[in-house]
């Protein structure tokens, strides 16, 4: 596989505490699959349906992480993962514990669960 072209896969992992399955993407370096030894770091990002293409994106205008990371010719090479957030619980997910008062009612609470999923499974 020699080009220069950046590769992007999809996977769908299992979230436990929800028991269902969250898009998950991973933005590979080109010639990534020519260099199986080679070590990259390694850039995680939430709300991954933002993170590539505006069509998916929740504003209809996403980061344009893609032609970001090919445009500084002294920019590392990375990989970049985009982490779909869980839409009607996206931030039940990004809150470590639960917030009930007179601004959010039974908000938060899963964020534990989430960070030990984006570490042990993602």
Same mark, same amino acid.
């Given at each position: 596989?020699?080009? #220069? $072209?950046?590769? @992007?896969?999809? +996977?769908?992992?299992?979230?436990?505490? *929800?028991?269902?399955?969250?898009?998950?993407?991973?933005?590979?370096?080109?010639?990534?699959?020519?260099?199986?030894?080679? #070590? $990259?770091?390694? @850039?995680?990002? +939430?709300?991954?349906?933002?993170?590539? *293409?505006?069509?998916?994106?929740?504003?209809?205008?996403?980061?344009?992480?893609?032609?970001?990371?090919?445009?500084?010719? #002294?920019?590392?090479?990375?990989?970049?993962?985009?982490?779909?957030?869980?839409?009607?619980?996206?931030?039940?997910?990004?809150?470590?514990?639960?917030?009930?008062?007179?601004?959010?009612?039974?908000?938060?609470?899963?964020?534990?669960?989430?960070?030990?999923?984006?570490?042990?499974?993602?």
């Amino acid at each position: 596989m020699a080009d #220069n $072209y950046l590769y @992007l896969e999809q +996977h769908w992992l299992e979230v436990p505490y *929800y028991q269902s399955k969250r898009r998950v993407r991973v933005l590979l370096p080109a010639n990534y699959y020519e260099h199986p030894d080679k #070590n $990259y770091p390694v @850039l995680y990002m +939430h709300d991954g349906q933002n993170v590539f *293409y505006s069509k998916e994106a929740f504003a209809g205008y996403s980061w344009k992480i893609i032609p970001l990371i090919k445009q500084p010719p #002294n920019l590392p090479q990375v990989i970049v993962v985009g982490i779909d957030n869980a839409e009607a619980n996206r931030l039940d997910e990004y809150t470590p514990w639960p917030i009930n008062d007179h601004h959010f009612k039974n908000l938060g609470g899963h964020g534990f669960a989430y960070s030990d999923w984006v570490v042990n499974t993602v």
